[in-house]
């Protein structure tokens, strides 16, 4: 049986050397830098720190990037905004990237944040809050049965690819695949810099749920990213979702991953919810070949304490998928 691997985001909560050798220590077997939030030139000395933590602990970690890729983000932001249930505010407030306003019509809702918030547009240039939240900086945006058009990978994707072995990037996560077509692009921008890393193919919404089986070829692993993917198909349909997904990656022996809060309250609490205890032992006895956590260990008020729930759940679910 393959060992499972088990990754941490990387952010502000996280980047000290001794937290991070912690997290090693309890069994994360790499880091994910997602590059929504940073570059890699501007993540010279968390990756020191990560090289050095995984050192002392005689790990040769796993380093993901996370591209931009199609994904549509509010725009960054010094203070949060908090949005009020029912209050109108400004788009213009929201910061929604210049490519989407032609979207921005009167009826359309739009979520943020993968989900959490909900706006509609209205026809004087301003927005009426739906479900209200904290905006901060580079969150989602979601515009409910709405094509947009963008490309696999951003400039700013194309430069952190090219200055990727300097940072000793073993692995590239490609985000809303919507085709074998994202891939195959992806693959050429690799080759271009002579860089064979691994490829997980995020699935995030429809259009690579209904490519899922021909993206196998192109890709060493699939991430079933519930955040946004759950935006987009609607959050009642995601755990039928889930399992179809990981059915299907079964069949055809493929890799994947189950991300996404996985011990969410674990950013705001010491211990998790049974819920989410319950959540990561299906996911590995189920067959999950890596599971990883995000906000719990980027920006939440306890990353060793989840990085060791989570390693210990699925180090026991492991043990008794073996049976
Ligand atoms: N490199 C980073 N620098 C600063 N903040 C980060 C970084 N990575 C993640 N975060 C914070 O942690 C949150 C959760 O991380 P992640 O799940 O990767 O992002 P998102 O939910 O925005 O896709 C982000 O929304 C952001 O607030
Ligand atoms: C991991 C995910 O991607 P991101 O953090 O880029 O939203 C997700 O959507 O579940």
Do not use: W
Request: charge should be neutral.
């Amino acid at each position: 049986m393959k060992k499972l691997k088990i990754y941490g985001t990387l952010g502000p909560a996280c980047q000290k050397a001794e937290v991070l050798e912690n997290m090693f220590r309890t069994g994360m077997s790499g880091v994910r830098l997602n590059l929504s939030h940073t570059t890699l030139s501007q993540s010279k000395e968390i990756l020191g720190q990560v090289f050095q933590a995984a050192q002392r602990c005689k790990i040769q970690p796993e380093i993901l990037i996370d591209m931009i890729g199609p994904e549509i983000r509010t725009g960054k932001r010094e203070r949060a905004l908090i949005l009020e249930k029912g209050k109108s505010y400004f788009l213009s407030q929201l910061r929604f990237p210049d490519f989407v306003k032609p979207y921005c019509i009167p009826g359309q809702h739009v979520l943020v944040d993968d989900g959490k918030m909900e706006i509609e547009i209205q026809d004087n240039g301003q927005v009426q809050v739906l479900r209200e939240g904290i905006l901060e900086s580079r969150k989602t945006v979601f515009f409910p049965g709405v094509q947009i058009d963008c490309p696999a990978l951003t400039e700013q994707d194309v430069e952190n690819l090219r200055v990727a072995k300097d940072y000793g990037v073993t692995g590239i996560m490609q985000p809303f695949v919507r085709g074998p077509r994202d891939l195959a692009h992806v693959k050429k921008v690799l080759d271009s810099f002579g860089l064979s890393l691994k490829v997980l193919a995020k699935i995030e919404n429809q259009d690579g749920i209904d490519h899922l089986e021909s993206l196998f070829p192109y890709c060493d692993e699939i991430v079933i990213a519930r955040g946004d993917l759950g935006s987009s198909i609607g959050l009642c349909q995601l755990p039928r979702i889930q399992r179809r997904i990981e059915a299907a990656c079964h069949k055809h022996h493929k890799p994947y991953m189950v991300v996404t809060e996985m011990l969410d309250s674990m950013q705001r609490q010491p211990t998790p919810t049974r819920a989410e205890v319950n959540d990561i032992y299906d996911a590995v006895i189920r067959g999950a070949s890596s599971i990883m956590l995000t906000g719990e260990s980027a920006k939440g008020k306890y990353p060793e304490e989840a990085m060791r729930y989570f390693c210990t759940i699925a180090q026991m679910a492991l043990e008794d998928r073996k049976i």
